[in-house]
Every structure is written in structure tokens, then in C-alpha cells.
């Protein structure tokens, strides 16, 4: 239907990045489709030094694809030279310099093999330029700037990245499966992730390590015996955030999956898919488990007081653990 | 391409129910194209004695939509009582007698005008039924039943009802759109949902009002100043969530929306919605803002020590 490419003709500007066949790209694209088919009716190929249609057309390949294929039109020139500014867009990462809200975001771009750059705040005036120049929607952080857009909030992100990199289910069914499995794992994340900033962490450790144990590592366990994956037989963000759980929760309870066997062996599959290999490498953009120099650049950064009556109502908050209350914890106001 | 129904032979179950057309529904089930094909082939539609053809067509219809349009197909008895037993399959939500996290899923089901039954825990005992039973993945409520399935995790039901009722933007870049908004209202009223377990709701209470008017009311009224809904020109799963968190604020800081007039008059129109107009009278299924009750009630379920 749409004429076939030379090979030689496609050209992925950078070799890790994804890129789409011509005729995937035609049925991506309607405007292309239309514009192909006035440009077949009159048997001439489109130039490209209408710049008007030239933009449109490149914005939707962006938005579409990491990489543009050349296709058999006339004027290559213009096409080049756009493509060569455009793609010089790429993923940036605005947070601190730990794992907070941010690492599940990182993991998943890992997995998707997309490379992105990062920002990382160090100190409040840093933090402070952010906000005056108005990039953080609710002033706060995790930013993630891709595709001409900048998003916030921690789900949001992750949800638009797992559709992009189709990772978030064939349908609805599955999709609300793995919405659920994926809360319930970022709330267990999320308790792990205060620790640093609580005064008191032995009876929150070992309040973790019993609910790791009774409610959401048997759910799992559950899910993965028989099944490769979590859902739909395919990866997906779940199992993302599974890996990247099963990883913390080892760091502060060694022995933590002996009973969990399915999860150990899905663990170890996972850790075998050759980026995730790469990422828990020394050198790689996987940040250290938080310490308290961490906590500490994270209260100066959002200039946090913390007090006694505070602490107290926060972190016996942060003990119900049930989905009927939030998580509150000191953090939460500015961290999203 | 498919034959025309008499409109007669619709007969939507629940006049407050969707319902569609025959084209439509054919159009939602490939199984049913097929097996149409099939029988045309043959000149002959499909009898529903088949249990196993008739359960699966059942299953994924019930999935749809809420309402089986009955077509011109032969044996309309075991459709019609099958129709029956799994109509009364409605949805069903179990929390508290209370707002918590659940009164933004029933804002969420009122909108989309699906009627809900719930089941309301009172005591530890109905709760540890629930656990026992093993309805609830990681022991937590809100629990929706919906579709067959037993939904928690409050982000995850609302995204999934969103979906189903058309109310999650048109594509991706709407949809980032509308979660982005979202979370942001559900971080505010969070807040307020906590309050009651709080000994010193004071501070916290000036706290949150200077973050309303800071950080999360200028966004939408710059969001609303100029386009009817927050995205994409249609109702959807944040319009819902700004009604309901400003009408939260309001009950805590009479005038907050003083300086927000676009908010205000979104929050107007919004009203004006007849699902929402009712939902806001008295005798609705909307729980009063919490008091002292609640929270002990609360506090008794889960045996929180505070």
C-alpha cells in the first residue's frame, strides 16, 4: 500500500534510540496519509521547503518516535537539518541527587532503553530558579522533561512513559491490574524511602519488613507462579516496579525472598535483560540508597523544619498504612 | 452491513443505564463479528442454546456496555434470562460510612450516571470478613466490585473507571494532562481527608489553606481562564476531582475562591450538571464532611493506635 523503503534510506540517528518502519510511520501519521495520497493523485513526491507542513509533520514524527526515517522524497536537505536540531531534544531529569520519587522513573527508562540526561539539584537557589521560571506545575519535583512537554507528579510520569513504551497493557483489564500491583508496590517503596528523615527507624523497619512479608510480597508470589510476567504475559510497568522493589527491600532485609520463590526467580530473570544488567552496574545512573547527608540536602533544598509534634503525627500516619489515609510524610509537600 | 434492529426489539434493562445501538456493539465484539460471518455463510443466525458461545458473548458484552441490546437472533429466551441474572450484577463499594478515599470514586460514578450499591463497614468484624474472604489484594479498602472484578488501590479504580466511561482524554499527551491535574488534587485533598486523625488540626489547617491559594488554585484558574473543562474541551476524570475539592475547600475556608473566578464559575457550570445537581441534595449517596465519629469508627476497623 505505501511504497516499500531502500534500506539504505533508513537512518536512525542514534543507534539506541527506537525508530519505525515507513509503513508504521504512515499509519501513525493521517496527515501524512492525506498528504501522500493528494501528492500520489498528481504522481509527485512532496518538497519539503513548505516549512509550515514541514513542522507539522516533523512535530508529530517526534512526538511519535525517537527517530526519523528518511523516506524517498525530493528535498532531503531541509528534512536533515531539522531532524538534526529537533533530535538534539532528549529526556532530562530534574531531582535531587538520590533515588526518592524519582528512581522508579529512572528504572523505567532503563528498561526502555531510552537514554536521558539529569539535573540535579544540589542547592536551594537551584531549586528556587525552577520555580520562577514557572517549569514545576505544583512547584515540586520529580520533573521530567520529554516531547516538548514538562511533567510532574510521579504517577503521571510513569503512566505516560508506560503507555509511550508500551508497557502498560493491551487493555483496560489489564491495564487496571497493573495499576493495582503497581500501587500497592510504590506505597511499600514510599514507606522504605521515608526512613531517612525519621529519627527512629528500628520499629519502622520492622514494621516494613512484617507488611512485606504478610500483605504485598505474597500477592506477588501469587501473580508469578506459573506466569513469567505479572500481566498479560508481557513486561510491563509492574514488573519494573517488582525488580526495583525486591532490590530495596533486599538491601535492608537480606533474606527477605526466601520464602518467595517465584518473586526470587523473576527477580533473577529480570536482572538478566541486558539494560537492567547495565544499570546495576557500578557507573550506571542508579542512584545509592539514601544515607543521612541525603536527608540532609533534601531539608536544606525545601528548607524543612522538622519537629517533634510533627514528626510524631506524620510517621504514626505514615504506620496505618492503609489505603483509606495518605502516606504523609515530611517530604510530601515538595516531593511528588 | 449489519442488519437494522427495530427499534422496539431495544430494550434497555435500566432506563438510567448506556445502552447502543446494534452497529455499535457489533462494531465493540469481534468474537460476535466472527461468528455472525459465520452464520451468514451459512444463512442462519447463531441459536443461544450453545451455553459456552452464549457466555463468552454475555461475558464481553456485560463488559461494554450496561445494558444487552437484544437483537434478532433466534432463541431470545436463554438470553433474556441470562440477561437478567447478570444485570443484577451492579457495582458495589465497600468503605466506611464516610468521604475518605472512596467519595472520589463515587463522584467519579455519579457523574458517569452508573448506579452503585455500598456496603458500608461498621465494624472490625465485617472487615476481617472481607480480609478472610480474601477480597481485598493487600488488605486495604476502597474495594470496587465492577465488570466481575474486585478493584483496590483508589488511583488504579478511578484511572480504570475513567477509561471505561470516556472520561481519560482522547489520547496520550490529554491524558498526561488530566493525571497530572489530578494527582495534584488528590495530594490537596488528602490533606483534608487526614485531618480528622490529627490532635492539632490548627496549624495544619493554615497550612493547607496557603498552599490552596499558593500552589494549586492558580494553576487551574489559569487552566479554566478562557476553556470551558481543564482539558481537552470535554468533561473528564480532573473536572470531576476540582468540583469536589473545591466544594471540600469551601466547607473548611468559606470564601477561598475569592480571587479564583474562573474556578468559581467552572464550579458553577459544573453544579448546574443535573448528575451532580442531585448528587449535592440531601438523601444523596455523598457522606457528610468527617466528624469525631468517624474517625473513632475508623480508628476501631483497622485498631490504629494513635
Redo the contacts between chains.
Keep these: 500500500m505505501f511504497p516499500r523503503l531502500h534500506p539504505q534510506v533508513v537512518q536512525p540517528l542514534d543507534f539506541n534510540r527506537r525508530y519505525i518502519t515507513a509503513e508504521l510511520l504512515f499509519a501513525l501519521l493521517p496527515s501524512l496519509q492525506s498528504l501522500l495520497h493528494e501528492c500520489r493523485k498528481v504522481r509527485r513526491y512532496p518538497s519539503f521547503t513548505s516549512s509550515s507542513i514541514t513542522s507539522i509533520f516533523i512535530q508529530q514524527l517526534i ?1 511519535h518516535c525517537d527517530c526519523i526515517v528518511v523516506c524517498r522524497f525530493t528535498d532531503l536537505s531541509v528534512l536533515e537539518k531539522k531532524k538534526l536540531t529537533i533530535m538534539g531534544e532528549r529526556v532530562v531529569l530534574h531531582y535531587f541527587n538520590g533515588r526518592g520519587k524519582m528512581e522508579s522513573i529512572r528504572w523505567l527508562l532503563t528498561v526502555a532503553e531510552v537514554e536521558f540526561d539529569e539535573k540535579l539539584l544540589d542547592t536551594r537557589e537551584e531549586y528556587l530558579k525552577l520555580v520562577n521560571d514557572g517549569k514545576l ?3 515540586q519535583v520529580p520533573l521530567v522533561e520529554i516531547d516538548g ?1 514538562r ?7 510513569l ?2 512513559l508506560a ?2 513504551f508500551n508497557m502498560h497493557g493491551k487493555d ?2 489489564d ?2 491490574m497493573i ?2 500491583y ?3 508496590l510504590m ?1 511499600l517503596m514510599e514507606m522504605i524511602m521515608v526512613l531517612p528523615f525519621n529519627p527512629d527507624p528500628t520499629a519502622k523497619l520492622e514494621e516494613i519488613e512484617k507488611k512485606a512479608k504478610e ?2 510480597l505474597p ?1 506477588y508470589e501469587k501473580a508469578l507462579t506459573g506466569p513469567v510476567y505479572l500481566v498479560g504475559g508481557k513486561l510491563s510497568l509492574a514488573d519494573v516496579l517488582l525488580v526495583e522493589c525486591t532490590l530495596m527491600l533486599e538491601e535492608k532485609f537480606a533474606g527477605i525472598l526466601k520464602e518467595f520463590s517465584a518473586v526470587k526467580s523473576f527477580q533473577g530473570r529480570m536482572i538478566q535483560i541486558s539494560a537492567i544488567n547495565r544499570f546495576l552496574q557500578p557507573g550506571s545512573k542508579r542512584k545509592p540508597p539514601p544515607d543521612e547527608n541525603y536527608a540532609k540536602a533534601v531539608m536544606e533544598v525545601f528548607q524543612i523544619q522538622i519537629t517533634i ?1 510533627v514528626k510524631s ?1 506524620t510517621f ?2 505514615c ?2 498504612s ?5 502516606i ?1 510524610y515530611i517530604c ?2 515538595m516531593c ?1
Excluded at 151 to 157: E, G, M, P, W
Excluded at 322 to 326: K, T
Design positions: 512526538f506545575m505544583f512547584q512537554m511533567l510532574v507528579q510521579t504517577k503521571a510520569i503512566n505516560y503507555e509511550k483496560l483489564k491495564r487496571v495499576n493495582m503497581s500501587e500497592g506505597d500483605r504485598y500477592v509534634s503525627v504514626l500516619l504506620s496505618l492503609c489505603s483509606m489515609f495518605g504523609s510530601r509537600p511528588r
